[in-house]
């Protein structure tokens, strides 16, 4: 069987640095995409006046593409609340 071979280091510089190189990367992407979620936003927007203005009427959520709408990977933070239909009920065991 494939032995793993031995670290060359006892520490984790050569991943923090990998890290911390990627961390700078998406730091400085940040601004950029921040500026473009505002100028989407901004042309959605002007779509939406421009369609009115043609006399559409419709709501919007009902003609998008599922595709288009993102998917939520997380659940509110009440995960295991049986009132809200998120999770079951625990019932206390009657055992002695």
């Known amino acids: ?10 520490t984790y510089e050569h991943a923090i640095r990998g890290l911390l190189a ?5 730091c400085h992407e940040a601004p950029h995409l921040s500026t473009r979620l505002t ?3 901004n042309d959605i927007t002007a779509l939406d006046r421009a369609l009115r203005l043609l006399g559409f009427e419709a709501d919007y959520d009902v003609l998008m593409p599922a595709s288009v709408v993102p998917a939520r990977r997380y659940q509110s933070a009440r995960i295991n ?8 009920a625990h019932k206390p065991s009657n055992r002695a």
């Open 1 to 10: 069987m494939n032995q793993l071979k031995p670290a060359r280091t006892v």
């Open 22 to 26: 990627k961390r700078v990367v998406l």
């Open 39 to 41: 100028t989407v936003g």
């Open 81 to 88: 609340d049986p009132e809200n239909g998120n999770g079951t």
